[in-house]
């Protein structure tokens, strides 16, 4: 079992497994504790672009003529 915690100034999130690093979270007062995987990343935001979206970066390939 694994649980998510989500730092409340930088919003950064850190997951444990251990059941004593778990419980030491719950009571840090800087540290909440995020309920479910669908809050840290909502469906938008899970689509992958397809390959007409991607905008290529650099040179264009040499045409030889």
């Known amino acids: 079992m694994s ?3 989500k ?13 004593y690093d778990i419980e030491s ?3 840090h ?3 909440t ?9 909502p ?5 992958f672009p397809t390959e007409e979206q991607v ?3 650099g040179r264009p390939k040499k045409e030889l003529a």
């Open 55 to 57: 905008k290529r970066v």
């Open 29 to 31: 007062p800087e540290y």
């Open 3 to 5: 649980v998510t915690f």
């Open 25 to 27: 979270m719950r009571q």
């Open 43 to 47: 469906e938008k935001e899970q689509v």
């Open 7 to 19: 730092c409340n100034k930088t919003g950064n999130t850190v997951t444990f497994k251990s059941q």
């Open 33 to 41: 504790e995020v309920q479910s995987t669908n809050e840290l990343f």
